[in-house]
Structure formats: C-alpha cells, structure tokens
C-alpha cells in the first residue's frame, strides 16, 4: 500500500473534520431521518429524502477522509533538519523575475492542496522546480504559456 505524504496540519485538520462528522453531523442527520420518518408517508416527504441525501454525502466523506488517514505518511516539517532546503512542508518565498511578484507557497500533499490558501501539492510543477533548492536560488518553471523564472527569497519550516 503506497504512502502518500501529508503535513501535521493537514492531518489535523481532516481529523478535526472527521471528528464533527461524527460526533455532530450524524447524530443530527439521525435525528432529521427519524423526526421526517414519523411525517408518515415517505414518497412525497422532502424532509426525508433531504436528510437521506445528506447521509450519503457525510458518510462518503467519512471513508475519504479514513482512506486519506491511512494511507498518510504524516510529516511535520517543524521536526525535520533540511539545512536550508526546500522540502515537503516548507513554505516558501520566491519572486517572480519577470514581474517581481512576490509569491509565498506551501508545499503540501495532493489531499490539503489549495491554490487560495497558496497551498500547492508536492506534485504541481511549481513544487518540482523547487524541492531541494534553497534561499538564493532560481527555479525555472515549465508552465503552458512558457517558463517562468523564480528567485527563492526565503525558505521557512513553520
């Protein structure tokens, strides 16, 4: 069975979100079935179906987030010694050279990935370009619109 890295936080977080799933949504999605169940028919009852749907929804999203969990190679980039290098966990600021847009990324696993909270996954080719260079460096990015040159300005570990 193949591991696929996570940071501490990211494990946190889908743990939390398990833990309300549950301890609060299903023992509240119970409810709502068996208070709909006692509307009578349940053909036409909207409340019902309602609360049958969302229970599919929390349950699917239970066994993702287990699977994700065991097969989590959990790593806290606060514990490790990378000497100045970029690693899975680091965050990471890098200047664009061609626009000296500064850019602050985190390098995550596929499952905590999000671009808006400059989150990007271990895979991207953003993530490629810089794993194992460090502050000073240049990372030359293959995008579709042509390369893009970065500038590592400064490496954290947080």
């Given at each position: ?15 939390a ?42 349950e ?41 847009d ?44 042509g ?12």
């Amino acid at each position: 069975m193949e591991k696929h890295p996570m940071t501490k936080e990211g494990a946190d977080a889908l743990q939390a979100e398990l833990n309300k799933l549950k301890k609060e949504d299903r023992p509240r999605i119970t409810k709502a079935i068996a208070d709909a169940r006692e509307h009578g028919d349940l053909k036409e009852n909207a409340e019902y179906h309602a609360a049958r749907e969302e229970q599919g929804l929390v349950e699917a999203r239970v066994s993702q987030i287990e699977g994700a969990l065991s097969h989590a190679q959990i790593i806290d980039v606060t514990k490790l010694n990378p000497g100045g290098k970029i690693v899975f966990g680091a965050t990471v600021v890098v200047v664009n050279l061609d626009t000296d847009d500064e850019l602050t990324y985190k390098i995550v696993g596929n499952e905590e990935a999000d671009v808006k909270l400059n989150k990007i996954s271990v895979n991207s080719p953003i993530a490629r370009a810089l794993i194992g260079k460090e502050e000073g460096d240049e990372a030359i990015v293959q995008a579709p619109s042509g390369n893009i040159d970065y500038e590592i300005v400064e490496v954290q570990y947080i």
